[in-house]
Nanobody
Framework: QVQLVESGGGLVQAGGSLRLSCAAS????????MGWYRQAPGKQRELVASITSGGSTHYADSVKGRFTISRDNAKNTVYLQMNSLKPEDTAVYYCNADAIILVYMKLLNYWGKGTLVTVSS
C-alpha cells in the first residue's frame, strides 16, 4: 500500500506564500498522477491542481497564476507553491495520488490526511 504525508501548512497573512509538500511511501509501487485538493468549512472538496507523471499540469481557475504544482519523481513527492494567498484559500489541503501496486498490477487511488492552511485578512 501507499501512504501520503502532507506538510507545510500553517497560518499566513493575505498576500503571503506557503509551500506544501506531499511524500508518498510504501513498497513496490509506481506513482502516476498526483494532485492537491482542498476543503473549506461547509464546502465540498475541490481540485486545486494536478500533475501527471510526465509533468502536465491542470489548475482550478481560482488559483491559476498564483499556485504552482510540481513533482520530484525520484522522491515520489509533489509540491504546491502557493503565492498571493487570499482568505478564501483557507482550507484543509489534501494530497491525492494514483498508484500502481506492482504486486497486484492494479491502479489504486490514495489520500493524505490533510494539512490546514489558514490565510488571515
Amino acid at each position: 500500500q501507499v501512504q501520503l504525508v502532507e506538510s507545510g501548512g500553517g497560518l499566513v497573512q493575505a498576500g503571503g506564500s506557503l509551500r506544501l509538500s506531499c511524500a508518498a511511501s510504501g513498497s513496490s509501487f509506481t506513482i502516476n498522477a498526483m494532485g492537491w485538493y482542498r476543503q473549506a468549512p461547509g464546502k465540498q472538496r475541490e481540485l486545486v491542481a494536478s500533475i501527471t507523471s510526465g509533468g502536465s499540469t491542470h489548475y482550478a481557475d481560482s488559483v491559476k497564476g498564483r499556485f504552482t504544482i510540481s513533482r520530484d519523481n525520484a522522491k515520489n513527492t509533489v509540491y504546491l507553491q502557493m503565492n498571493s494567498l487570499k482568505p478564501e484559500d483557507t482550507a484543509v489541503y489534501y494530497c491525492n495520488a494514483d498508484a500502481i501496486i506492482l504486486v497486484y498490477m492494479k491502479l489504486l487511488n490514495y489520500w493524505g490526511k490533510g494539512t490546514l492552511v489558514t490565510v488571515s485578512s
